[in-house]
């Protein structure tokens, strides 16, 4: 173990010079002084921890300080509302932004303070596809087993989630819609209280991301994940499609830079996050990850997709 | 056994001794300053961790954790401020004892305490992880709105004055506690359309405002007589033998508090907010003499800061075999773990026991190294606190609130909210109205609010939802424990208006 450890570390630091080397390359005006990086979200959670990976890649990379500042509140809308409105577009100043997180919130509540085209987005370097698990002593094989049960049941199976009109729950909607499962969702304040909901049968299942059905893969089935192709840390897992329901969703999770922010700086940006996922990748994969690059149009075009995927759920 | 062995000669390494020597005094004294939070600090630990080979970054960040609990009782003693939200219990006898002089002693006992408590948790941990993690998922979401409305009914027997005034208190908190996005449902609350408030009245920001803004006030008011009786100035020292006596001479009360701490710290979601209080509540209630406590009794202290740090080693207990974090730190220390590829579960201790006993046993170690660490850094922080000017120390600390609360959530709201409860705070206690039942009505209504909405969503299939909340055997006991304290604090009272 010791051994693998210290090679995963040794190709950090490898990655890391590499990224110092790689340095003189960009413009020289910029960055002319710290990077101030807002996490909207509290300690602890995987944007954080991310963020925290990439810290001192950045520093490295870029030859300045990088400070990781949190600012929790609202599901992510306090800070995505300050940002927007204060923020100067001068690249010096990013935020971590999360999918569905910055559709839904705008649409649902008149106050969250900002809007969903109001960021410059760098990149979308990560996706969790959401996960419908059970626990392992649970009747339901498959997810058949699950619908069926749904169908001739109405409301009473109870399905937990992460927070209201958020990933979890718009993705728990639209699979009552494909499936015609009647089904109860019930919300919880993050992603923290879901294994014990699980474990203590508190829920009859619970939808979350990839990186939660790795976490708890001895103790729960996973019936369904809602990807393109199945994912090589659940190969057994199959994907919603292959059940014959078009459901593919999960959160993505990125940075953006106020609007207006010069391109040149948000590319520069946008290539030091693609390097640094390669990096990651070899930590974040095994737990659950997709390392990603979604960044220009193709950032835009995800962005009208979500709206199209939940936007009716949301005005209903 | 031999894992435990091995797993204790990975610990007992120098390099290791230093790191939790470290951990715990850089703990020490971010948990000493208000606003200055565990989960704060163990976040701007994590890159450092990461460096680390998988136990030296989790036997720092559990020294951190320890140290920042322990910590909090430094500024509750001698300044009658929580710094932490886990030693509320602890201003209400430390803080009298210092004004009586034996500032010092007080520190002693509460490092006894936590001493205690840390290694009595460490024991639970390795002794009986499995079954006290089978309790902690019998805690659904009726379960918790249950526990809740028992911790509400703390705030009758904690207000010193009349039970209508904690009341009120209560209800005050429980009113603030409404602002901001729902728990379930996720509208917009009390925010009249203005942006910032989606974010809420944090428990934090309401402590250092009820807290230590009025503290600050009414020394100004004061000016150096203030400090001075609260610094003590006819000090006895530490009196650590006598100290020891007194900690020891009352096993029940020591015994009785660390198991409340063992519960409070396995139910997820309560936190360590309300552990002191629980055990503070119970020491007094037990008590030959109730009525001694509030004024300098030793009993309360050692019930708050034992309770309090059994929480550290406690709250492994869910998250070691089930990834469940009970308290925010530990969804830090989550985080580490799964970064380094660690899978809490039975699987961690079977595969890689010599890690996780090795984590276990350098909290116990974190828990001794506070006796060094603690009276000496006691001492230093007692000195500074004496012999600085009041006119230096008000505005100091002043200082130190404000940029501890804004980088709470790095939000300027926060400061001004801060500030305003501080203001109103000074005006209440006028009042005669405490600030520990408005911080309770906080903490409490929100876990009251997401069980009750959360087993009334679970029962849309049956006719009346609200049966719901009956249904399971530790709900019935949580209910009849309820009935019970209810009625044991109307009865004493009527028999001593008879007297």
Redesign the interface.
Known sequence: ??KT?NTS?ATLLGAVAGLALAAPAYAQDFPERAIEY?IPF?????S??TA??Q??MMEEALGVGVNV???????G??AW??FQGNAEPDGHEIIGINLPHIVGQPI???????TTEGFDVITWFHFTPHVLVVRADSPFQTLDDLVNFAKE????L?VGGS????GNHLETLRMEQLTEADV??????GT??L???I?????GAVISNS?LA??????VRTLAVASEERLDVLPDTPTFRELGYDIVGGTYRGVAAPKGTPADRVEMLANLFTEMNTTMAE?QV??GFQMTDIRGQAAVDLLVRMREQYGDFLTQ | MEVLIAAALAVLQPHMLLIVLLGVTAGLFVGALPGLTA??A??LM??FT??M??LEGLVALGAVYMGTIYGGAFTAILINTPGTPSSIATTFDGHPMAKQGRALEAISIATIASVVGGVVGVVFLLLAAPPLAQL??????SEMFWVAILGLTLIGSLATGSVLKGLLGGAIGLIIGTI??S??????RF?F????L???VSLIVALIGLFVIPELLSMMRQGRAAIDSAAGLGDGGFRFGSAMTTVFSKPVNLIRSCVIGQIIAII??AGGSITSLVAYNEAKRGSDDPDSFGKGNPEGLVASESSNNVMVAGSMV?LLT????GA?????????M????L?????LFSE?GVLANGFIISMGLAALMLIPVGLLGGRLIYQVIRRTPHYFLVPTILVITILGTYAL???LVDVALMLGLGIVGFAIRGLGLDAAPIVLGLILGTIAE?GYV?TI??G??MDIPQLRLLENTLSQILIVLTVAVIGWTAWPRKRRQKD
């Open positions: 173990m010791t450890k570390f807002i509290n300690p602890g959670g995987e954080d921890i925290r990976m810290e001192p500042r949190h600012q929790p509140g609202g599901g809308a306090v509302a300050e649902q509540r008149a106050d969250s303070g900002y049941n109405p409301q009473s109870t927070g209201t009109f958020s109860t969702y019930i919300p919880f304040t923290g209280p294994p014990a909901a474990l203590g049968g508190h829920v990186t790795v976490q708890m893969v001895d103790d930590r095994p737990m | 989960t704060m163990l976040a994590l890159p990461f460096a080979e998988a902690a998922l019998k805690f659904g979401p901001g996005i728990p379930i449902g996720g509208e917009s925010t359309g203005w942006p910032p989606q974010a809420g997820p979601g869910p089930l990834g469940i974090p925010p730190p530990d969804a830090v220390i989550l985080g580490v799964l970064l380094h590829g899978r809490p579960g039975l699987e890689t959530r790095n939000n997401q959360q969503l679970g849309m299939a």
